[in-house]
């Protein structure tokens, strides 16, 4: 079992609608968590991070963390084609020096 | 808006040389920074974290001879890779943080090692 797990997809939405983009983690000692937009052949790009249970929005984007259910999710409303990317879910425990990153889903908006 | 740049974007090198990658941010100064790789449909990696003036602070498994970390300024951070084999070449990708959490990322730097 990978210690940060994402559904590959490609997951596929039509413009306007809501993408929904999940990652569960294993290390119950992790402290932060942060979402990356990566375009492809490009660096990624840090679009959230949250540190406490509950919902953190910024703009179109609510991350969502459960840390006693070990996910964090993020939502996108209102998806453009310009979100379609890759999305990174990454997760660190600041006490044992580890950052970990899912593989990434990938989303593509359809217009 | 805060930018981070590396140098260079990309390299060639034959095995058993050195290759320095720099990592710069423009217009602010950098009290972390940190290095990344990344393999072809593979996910990011950290690689290392560098806090200016102090010792970088390496992740599990990360060869701290083989690459050697320097963050002699705010503004500057070099990773050089030692005597690279193939095995070596992939995406490298630095990114600063100046304050929070908020990371600004380089545009990468792609090492093949022949």
């Known amino acids: 079992q990978k210690e940060v797990e994402q559904n590959s997809g490609p997951l596929s939405v039509p413009e306007g609608a809501i993408a929904s983009l999940n990652c569960t983690y294993s290390?119950?000692?992790?402290?932060?968590f942060f979402w990356y937009r990566q375009y492809s052949g490009k660096s990624p790009e840090l679009i959230m991070f949250?540190?406490?249970?509950g919902d953190k929005e910024d703009g179109r984007f609510t991350a969502q963390l459960n840390k006693a259910s070990q996910y964090v999710s993020l939502l996108i409303r209102d998806s453009q084609p310009s979100d379609s990317a890759t999305y990174l879910c990454?997760?660190?425990?600041?006490?044992?020096?580890?950052?970990?990153f899912g593989d990434g889903t990938t989303l593509t908006v359809k217009p | 808006g805060a930018v981070v740049s590396q140098h260079p974007s990309r390299v060639i090198c034959k095995s058993g040389t050195s290759v320095k990658i720099e990592c710069r941010s423009l217009d602010f100064q950098a009290t972390t920074m940190f290095w990344y790789r990344q393999f072809p449909k593979q996910s990011l990696m950290l690689m290392a974290t560098s806090n200016e003036g102090s010792k970088a602070t390496y992740e599990q498994g990360v060869e701290k001879d083989k690459f050697l970390i320097n963050h002699a300024s705010l503004t500057l951070s070099t990773l050089t890779v030692t005597s690279a084999h193939p095995e070596d070449s992939s995406f490298y990708i630095c990114s600063a943080r100046y304050s929070g959490e908020t990371q600004y990322f380089g545009p990468g730097t792609r090492l093949l090692v022949l």
């Open positions: 990454a997760v660190r425990d600041t006490n044992a020096g580890k950052s970990t």
């Open positions: 949250i540190y406490s249970n």
């Open positions: 290390d119950r000692g992790s402290q932060s």
